[in-house]
């Protein structure tokens, strides 16, 4: 039976890298952007865009085009939030709007999605949250980017949880970092390619289980620290 694949952000970067992964592997690509681009139009079975996540109504839209398509007995396979916002405060340049504008975008609409979705993760369902090394309070060593930082170590408290909510369940949650990946989040000042981290994050994923559930990995494998 073909797998399902629902990627977040998945227009540009390392979601439209995602979704050319899977669809090359014949799994059936749902991809959920803000705005959707000939590439991902091209690749993907199904593109849900002009949806701002954050918005609660996004989240009824997603579910009533997937009981279109899925039926209400269908099964995500791989749920992957990938879908994130970077932003860098410090001391002298403090930005509390734009913080609680990361923890909505970071933390609370990867753990909206999976919720919402959570009828469709069945036995042997995986979810995938794209998280950073940022997150990591153990790795902090340089400080600032607060938004940052503390909305990915929230994803990755939520991600915890999840994992052991979800495991009666059968399914498993990774917590994958990419990298520092050649997009426009940063520039473009990364140090791998989106395509590279794709290829990490699939095997994450495909390494998956519910033994290894709740784990926080970079997308080579390495296991990080909270």
């Known amino acids: 039976m073909t ?8 227009n540009r ?3 439209l890298e995602l979704s050319r992964h899977y669809a090359a592997q014949d799994c059936e690509v749902i991809a959920v952007c803000r705005e959707s ?3 991902i139009e091209e690749l993907a079975d199904q593109v849900l865009s002009g949806l701002d996540l954050t918005d609660d109504q ?12 899925l039926g209400e007995n269908g099964k995500i396979d791989v749920l992957i939030n990938n879908a994130g916002v970077f932003h860098n405060e410090t001391l002298q340049d403090m930005d509390l709007d734009g913080i609680r504008m990361q ?3 970071n933390a609370i609409t990867p753990l909206k999605i999976t919720h ?16 950073s090394r940022m997150g990591s309070i153990e790795d902090n060593g340089s400080g600032a980017y607060y ?3 503390a909305s990915k170590a929230a994803l990755n408290a939520f991600g915890k949880s999840l994992a052991i909510d979800l495991k009666p369940q059968g399914v498993s949650v990774a917590l994958v970092h990419p990298g520092f990946v050649q997009t426009r989040m940063v520039g473009f000042g990364g140090d791998i390619s989106p395509q590279q981290a794709a290829t990490g994050i699939a095997q994450r994923i495909e390494e998956l289980n519910l033994d290894n559930s709740g784990g926080f990995w970079h997308s080579n494998g390495e296991t990080l620290p909270w």
């Open 3 to 10: 797998k399902v694949v629902l990627i977040t952000g998945a």
């Open 13 to 15: 970067g390392i979601g």
């Open 37 to 39: 681009s000939d590439e």
């Open 58 to 69: 996004s989240t009824d839209v997603i579910l009533q085009l997937l009981d279109i398509t």
């Open 103 to 105: 923890f909505e975008v």
């Open 116 to 131: 919402a979705l959570s009828p469709y993760l069945k036995q042997g369902s995986k979810v995938a949250n794209i998280t």
């Open 147 to 149: 938004g940052y930082r």
